[in-house]
């Protein structure tokens, strides 16, 4: 009997060296991975881990010389267009850490340029999101990017904290002791070790999309719609795209003479709720809990996973997907909507119930041909 080959070997990497590969473009990620989704608080509990000296999880990459779809990490330009490594768990940590160590902008959940600023005060080692107080504060380090992007060594950085702190208050021996031993601290998590598990290039597309899956099935990390995003990476990554791209113009009021859009004053729809309309339309279904196998091909008497099947679901899917991101169906549901009375966003109670009345909206205009004055008047219902 032959012994099923491993499909990944381990790799230790110190910080640094990870920025330094996501710098030059070798680390990025795959068009399977979510948009950043982190809030400050929990980069700030990141860095927290990291300073006690606790681990923080190790990573899993792809090696793949050959990922033409990767996405980087951060809005900077990279050396190297092509990524040796791809990100298949732990984006998020990356990016956090890019983004504050290198001080650079990075793309939120809802495509906007964000920076992410953590405060640290030397004195007892806490890290903090800064605000308004805290920038006032002396004794805090408002934004630890700079000690990293200034230019300036840690002895400079120090005596200049120490500088500006004594000016407000006295300060003892063991004080600026232990305040620049606590910097010093700081800055060398630089050094912080990661274990990677890289997985072999000769592995393909849809066996790490199933890994990821699976990595990510444990807890909430992620939630059915995610999961499907994935196959939609693998098997459909235009279809993806068209769902991001019309999520991403949604959020901006067009301009004078500009071309026809997706914005309203009532939703800005994230790609998952897109798809979970396109679901609706072509499955019949509002819980995505079994799509995820049905779009695998997964056959549901035999549970056998055919690649026919899969292909027969995934056409369904695109042309459920051009019905729901058709300009002129989507902005004669919204009129349905100001004909009830709904004025904006806060009239709202539920995003859900909204994109599931879009989709009754389009059962009945594409599958019933119910006449449009007759469809406002139910929608509007």
């Known amino acids: 009997m032959s012994k099923q080959p491993t499909l990944f070997k381990q790799v230790s990497y110190n910080l640094s060296a990870l920025l330094h590969y996501i710098d030059n473009g070798d680390i990025a990620l795959p068009d399977i991975q979510r948009p950043f989704v982190w809030n400050a608080i929990k980069v700030r509990e990141l860095f927290d881990s990291m300073y006690q000296g606790f681990p923080v999880g190790s990573l899993l990459f792809w090696a793949n010389a050959e990922a033409n779809s990767a996405r980087t990490i951060g809005i900077s330009e990279k050396i190297h267009k092509s990524p040796s490594l791809l990100v298949i768990d732990g984006q998020q940590r990356l990016t956090s850490l890019y983004a504050v160590f290198r001080g650079k902008a990075i793309l939120n959940e809802n495509y906007h340029e964000t920076h992410i600023e953590i405060a640290f005060r030397p004195r007892d080692g806490k890290f903090e999101v800064a605000d308004a107080a805290i920038r006032k504060d002396p004794e805090f380090i408002v934004n630890i990017s700079e000690l990293w992007t200034s230019g300036k060594g840690s002895f400079t950085l120090t005596n200049e904290f120490l500088k500006n702190l004594e000016a407000r208050r006295p300060l003892s021996d063991e004080e600026r002791e ?8 700081l ?6 070790p990661f274990t990677a598990l890289e997985i072999a290039s000769e592995v393909d597309e849809e066996k790490v999309a199933d890994i990821f899956v699976r990595i990510n099935s444990e807890g909430i990390k992620l939630n059915q719609a ?4 994935t196959l939609l990476s693998v098997f459909w990554e235009e279809g993806r795209k068209e769902l991001e791209a019309f999520s991403r113009v949604s959020r901006r009021a067009p301009g004078h003479g500009s071309m026809p859009s997706p914005f309203n004053h009532f939703i800005e729809p994230s790609p998952d709720q897109l798809l979970r309309v396109s679901v609706a339309l072509a499955f019949n279904r509002g819980r995505l809990r079994s799509v995820y196998q049905m779009l695998r091909g997964r056959d549901i008497d035999t549970e056998a996973f055919l690649p026919q099947r899969r292909e027969e679901q995934f056409a369904q899917l695109q042309t459920a997907q051009a019905t729901v991101l058709n300009l002129s169906y989507w902005h004669q549901f919204f009129n349905a909507i100001l004909s009830a009375g709904f004025r904006s966003r806060e009239w709202i109670s539920s995003e859900n119930t909204l994109l599931y009345a879009y989709a009754f909206y389009l059962i009945g205009k594409t599958r019933y041909t119910v006449p449009e004055y007759l469809l406002q008047r139910i929608i509007g219902r």
């Open 226 to 229: 995610d999961f499907i995003l």
């Open 187 to 192: 800055i060398n998590l630089q050094g912080y």
């Open 178 to 185: 232990i305040i620049s031993s606590n910097i010093n601290r």
